[in-house]
Structure formats: structure tokens, C-alpha cells
């Protein structure tokens, strides 16, 4: 095995040809352009023309020279072949019989070609990969695929895979103990005793501490939310969300922690101190978040499923109950009703159109009409099965089930105030009033007399305003609080999954807008950030270069369309051309007729 990370297979891959490119990977590296066919004609015989131009392109490809440009893959040459109208492929195999010619071909092209060595940018690429293994915390076979690419794009013949893959371990080992040491130096004396107390398995017990606080909650119940919501309040008092860990990459800390949430205690407790404090410390900052994480997580679900669907789908069963006494509480009215409309209307003869004064002329007549059908008290009983089983007529469809959702109370009474002292909300201004609103839930839960000025009557639409000021059981001048707290729950749970109210103190239900750096956070992390991703420190320069290179390549496909076809596609290039092509070095032509 060449280097530890690198399988003998993957070491044999680098800067070779381990299959036949694709017809996308001929198109783009293996293309001979206007100053490459020159180049190539250059050469005085076939076999020579070839054998450049493999050595040309496959360095384009590779990254290197090859060793013996004779074992190009046949697809190779006879693409190159192709486009230098030759016959015969084959002739390849007499390229480099005279001891030197593919040697100082390789020299030429190097030269000509502004191919720089390894050596030149050793330490410009240190410092990239430093930037990318500290932003990012990639593995060691990532950054070497990324060095490599880095090389390639710059234009550097590519090392022996060993040094390279030196260069990307020293430079990763270096970057992870810089992590360590980072963490390690944030914590006091007290913190460190108290991470290391988390490895300790008490007795009686089967897990360490830290293995136990990393169960989240099994069930979706009100009684699972209190233990959830307990279980963050007890990794949150160990105090590591108070170490300012801002300077760190997220990805780093979340790669450290993973190590630890994955990994075993005892295998923690051999690394060095900086290294298993620093580890520690990124996975309590890890699971402080991710314990309110779940705990909200278990809200939305509980909430979603438990109060509000379970609600609905009683309400639709009592709702099924009811139909059959609405049936024939309706069809008897109905039948009255028609009675009222044939006795007391006008009567039309539609073949001669004689109108006929009402059967009845008087109240008591339609009366005894109605009574022949439906007797008056059974009458009296369906009007008031209606009144009894119908929502009134300035209610709304949600009604029903939201007053069969106060009955649930008792599922969020256990959890209400844990929500309010664990969970630090924040919202922004829409979110606002309901926020406040939560908060104020628990200074009214179990009060017998709750006043209108107490709540935010502002937050009460649809039927929400009856259930909560005009329930028929309230005392003058009162609130039903309970009916209130579910109208902010219902509230709380769009507002959470819109992020118009949000936790600081969570990752997944968090304000994305503070994951965004500005101000002194960005002016320290922008070297770093830039150099890892391998950007100037302007934007207009970097989006300048791209549309310079976007417009010459378009001009070069176009030039090269057959004249057949060039007045057409130079019209379309005057058409569509993007607005920045055209205040390049070559401006295209400002109108969009045929040129």
C-alpha cells in the first residue's frame, strides 16, 4: 500500500489511465485547437504528430506525462487521429523508438504550455489545504482529490502519489490538532473536570454518563415531551453552552462530535488530553442543541398528530354519530316547509297561465295543512335536535374539533412551562405577538378567573373568539384560558415550521439567518474561507475572469461552426449573449441582425 489512506487500487488510478474516457472527457481535453494543431504540425513525421498530440492532451487529463505515451487507451488516439486526418492509429506505436524524442517533446510542452513543478507551488498549496482542512474537515482522501484537482486547474505537473499524499496528511494532522488545541484552550479547569466526569459509568450502571445523555425521547406523548424537554435542561446546566465556539467551523465541530457520538468511551479515554477534552466538548455542544432539537422536534409531531389531527378525526366520528338524528330532524322540516310553500303561495296553471290565490288564507289553516303530515311537537323536537347537534351560523368549520381539542388539556399541562424556561425562543416581527403570547401561558395556567385583558385578543380568529370569550360555562367578564393556550399552541406550530418564531438555543429549528456571518465574524473567517475555496477577495474580479473565459470559449465554438450555418449562429450570438459577454475585452455587436 502506497500511503494508509489510499488503497494499492486508488494509488494506481492517480494520474493514469484507469479506463477509456467518456466522450464528454474527449470532447474537453482531448479537443485540438487552432495553436495545438499548429504544435503538432510542427512534427515531420505521422507517428511524432501523434505522439505529441497524445502528450499534449493526456497531460490536459492526467496532471503528468505519461511514462510511455505509447499505452494511451485506443480511444485516445484514434480521436486525436481523427482530427489530424489520419488513416492509421497504429503508427503510434513507432513514436519515442529514438531514445529522447518523447522526452523532449514532454519539455516543449511544458515550456510552451506554462506547466510549472511540483516544487513552485508546494507551499501555495500547503496553505490551501490548511484553509480547506480546517473550514471543512475533510478526509484525508477527499483532500488529496481536491489537491489534485487544485493542481490541475493550475496548470502543476502532478507528484508521485506518496509525496502528495505526505503533504495532505501532515497538513490535515496539523489542522486537527490546531482543532484540538483551539477547544481545548477555551475550557477552564473546572469545565475539563466535568467533561472527563462524562466518561465515568456510575455505579449500578451499564453506560457512561455521556452514553446516557445521548438517548433522545422513544414516544410521542405529553409525558415524553416533559422528559424530553428535562433531559435538554440537564445538558444544557453542565454549562458548555456558554464556551463561544463561533470561531470554529460548524462542520469541524459537527465532524468531532460525530466522533464521539459514534465511536466508544474507552476509546476516547487513550487520546491526549487535548484531543478527548476538545472531542468532549464538541459533542456537549453538539447534544446541547440537538436535545432542544428533539424536544421541538417531538412538539411539532405531538401537536401535529396528537392534538390537532386526533381532534379532527373525533370530531369526524362525532360528527358521523349525529347524522342520522340530523336526517330525520331534516327531513321532517323539510316536509313542513313544503307544506308552507304549496298552501301559501300563489298557484300558476303553466298551460293557461290562470294565477289561483293560496289553498289557505289564513295561519291556523297552514297549520292544520302542516299537521296533517308532520305533528307540531315532533316538529318542536327536530328544530331543536338541529339547534343541539349544528355548529351556529357565525361559527366556522373548525369549531367542532377545536372544542373537542381543549378537552386534551391535560396532555400539554405537564410540559407548558418547561417549554417556556428551556426553549429560548426568538421570533421576528410577525412572530412576535405570538411569542409573547406563550410566554404569558403559564401565569395563567390553574387560575380560576382570567380576564380579557390578560390575553391577546388580537391572536383570536374564527371561531377561536367564541371558544375562548363566549363559551357558555364562562362567568361574565372571564376567558377560557384553556381555549386560549390551544389557540397559541395552533399558532406556535405554524409560526415554528415558518421560522417566524424560532429557538437560539437550537440547530434544525433555529433563526437560519444566524448561521449567515457578518461584520467581525466574516472579517476573521474570510481569509480562511476564501483561501479554501480558492477565490479573490473581490467578487467583480472573480465573476469578471469567468465571463471573460464564458465569452471566448462561446467565441471559439462559434468560429468554428461550418459556413453554412455562421450567419445564423452569429446573429443568435448577438441575441443571446449575456449582458457581461458583452462588456469584455471583444464586445459583441450591440444589434441583432445578420452581420
Known amino acids: 500500500m502506497a500511503v494508509e489512506f489510499l488503497t494499492d487500487e486508488q494509488a494506481a488510478r492517480y494520474g493514469s489511465f484507469h479506463e477509456a474516457p467518456s466522450r464528454a472527457e474527449l470532447e474537453r481535453y482531448f479537443f485540438l485547437d487552432d495553436a495545438d494543431r499548429e504544435a503538432v504540425q510542427a512534427k515531420r513525421r505521422s507517428h511524432d504528430r501523434l505522439g505529441f498530440a497524445v502528450q499534449l492532451t493526456s497531460v490536459r487529463f492526467l496532471g503528468r506525462f505519461m511514462p510511455d505515451p505509447r499505452l494511451v487507451p485506443a480511444e485516445v488516439a484514434e480521436y486525436l487521429a481523427g482530427q489530424l486526418d489520419m488513416e492509421d492509429a497504429s503508427c503510434l506505436k513507432l513514436y519515442g523508438e529514438r531514445d529522447g524524442t518523447a522526452r523532449t517533446h514532454a519539455g516543449e510542452i511544458q515550456e510552451?504550455?506554462?506547466?510549472?513543478?511540483?516544487?513552485?507551488?508546494?507551499?501555495?498549496?500547503?496553505?490551501?489545504?490548511?484553509?480547506?482542512?480546517?473550514?471543512?474537515?475533510?478526509?484525508?482522501?477527499?483532500?488529496?482529490?481536491?489537491?489534485?484537482?487544485?493542481?490541475?486547474?493550475?496548470?502543476?505537473?502532478?507528484?508521485?502519489?506518496?509525496?502528495?499524499?505526505?503533504?495532505?496528511?501532515?497538513?490535515?494532522?496539523?489542522?486537527?490538532q490546531r482543532l484540538w488545541d483551539t477547544l481545548y484552550g477555551m475550557l477552564g479547569t473546572g469545565q475539563r473536570a466535568v467533561l472527563d466526569s462524562l466518561l465515568t459509568v456510575p455505579p449500578g450502571e451499564r453506560v457512561s454518563e455521556l452514553d446516557r445523555l445521548r438517548r433522545g425521547p422513544v414516544r410521542v406523548s405529553g409525558p415524553q415531551m416533559k422528559r424530553a424537554l428535562e433531559h435538554a435542561e440537564e445538558i444544557a446546566a453542565l454549562g458548555m453552552g456558554a464556551v463561544d465556539v463561533s470561531g470554529i467551523p460548524p462542520r469541524r465541530l459537527a465532524e468531532l462530535s460525530r466522533y464521539r457520538v459514534d465511536g466508544k468511551a474507552s476509546l476516547l479515554r487513550?487520546?491526549?488530553?487535548?484531543?478527548?477534552?476538545?472531542?468532549?466538548?464538541?459533542?456537549?455542544?453538539?447534544?446541547?442543541?440537538?436535545?432542544?432539537?428533539?424536544?421541538?422536534?417531538?412538539?411539532?409531531?405531538?401537536?401535529?398528530t396528537k392534538l390537532l389531527a386526533k381532534a379532527e378525526r373525533e370530531s369526524a366520528k362525532e360528527k358521523l354519530k349525529t347524522l342520522p338524528r340530523v336526517e330525520r330532524a331534516s327531513a321532517k322540516l323539510a316536509t313542513a316547509f313544503q307544506v308552507v310553500f304549496d298552501t301559501t303561495s300563489e298557484q300558476v296553471d303553466t298551460d293557461t297561465g290562470e294565477i289561483a290565490p293560496p289553498k289557505v288564507a289564513?295561519?291556523?289553516?297552514?297549520?292544520?295543512?302542516?299537521?296533517?303530515?308532520?305533528?307540531?311537537?315532533?316538529?318542536?323536537?327536530?328544530?331543536?335536535?338541529?339547534?343541539?347537534?349544528?355548529?351556529?351560523?357565525?361559527?366556522?368549520?373548525?369549531?367542532?374539533?377545536?372544542?373537542?381539542?381543549?378537552?386534551?388539556?391535560?396532555?400539554?399541562?405537564?410540559?407548558?412551562?418547561?417549554?417556556?424556561?428551556v426553549v429560548d425562543f426568538d421570533a421576528t416581527p410577525e412572530g412576535e405577538p405570538v411569542l409573547a403570547a406563550l410566554l404569558s401561558l403559564p401565569e395563567l395556567m390553574g387560575r380560576k378567573k382570567v380576564g380579557p385583558a390578560e390575553i391577546d385578543t388580537a391572536l383570536l380568529g374564527g371561531s377561536w373568539r367564541r371558544l375562548v370569550l363566549a363559551a357558555p360555562h364562562l362567568e361574565p367578564g372571564t376567558v377560557d384560558w384553556k381555549a386560549y393556550t390551544f389557540c397559541v399552541l395552533e399558532q406556535l406550530h405554524r409560526m415554528l415550521r415558518s421560522k417566524q418564531v424560532f429557538a437560539r438555543n437550537s440547530s434544525k429549528w433555529g433563526d437560519p439567518r444566524a448561521k449567515l456571518l457578518a461584520g467581525e465574524a466574516w472579517q476573521q473567517a474570510r481569509p480562511t474561507v476564501l483561501a479554501s475555496l480558492n477565490l479573490r477577495g473581490e467578487a467583480g474580479g472573480h465573476l469578471a475572469a469567468r465571463a471573460a473565459l464564458l465569452d471566448g470559449t462561446y467565441r471559439e465554438v462559434a468560429a468554428r461552426v461550418p459556413d453554412t450555418h455562421r450567419s445564423s449562429s452569429t446573429t443568435t450570438a448577438a441575441c443571446t449573449s449575456p449582458p457581461w459577454s458583452r462588456s469584455s475585452n471583444r464586445p459583441l455587436s450591440s444589434t441583432c441582425g445578420p452581420r
Open 112 to 176: 510552451t504550455g506554462s506547466w510549472r513543478d511540483f516544487t513552485e507551488v508546494r507551499e501555495e498549496l500547503a496553505g490551501w489545504l490548511d484553509a480547506r482542512a480546517w473550514t471543512t474537515g475533510d478526509g484525508p482522501k477527499a483532500l488529496f482529490d481536491a489537491a489534485a484537482g487544485w493542481l490541475r486547474e493550475g496548470r502543476v505537473l502532478l507528484p508521485g502519489v506518496s509525496r502528495l499524499a505526505r503533504l495532505v496528511g501532515s497538513v490535515r494532522e496539523a489542522a486537527n
Open 270 to 304: 487513550r487520546h491526549s488530553d487535548a484531543r478527548r477534552l476538545a472531542t468532549l466538548l464538541a459533542t456537549t455542544v453538539y447534544l446541547t442543541s440537538r436535545a432542544v432539537d428533539d424536544a421541538l422536534d417531538l412538539l411539532e409531531v405531538l401537536i401535529a
Open 362 to 421: 289564513s295561519l291556523e289553516a297552514m297549520w292544520a295543512a302542516i299537521e296533517q303530515v308532520v305533528p307540531r311537537h315532533e316538529l318542536a323536537a327536530a328544530i331543536a335536535a338541529l339547534f343541539e347537534v349544528t355548529p351556529p351560523l357565525d361559527s366556522d368549520a373548525d369549531e367542532a374539533w377545536r372544542a373537542m381539542l381543549i378537552n386534551r388539556f391535560g396532555t400539554v399541562r405537564p410540559f407548558l412551562k418547561l417549554l417556556v424556561t
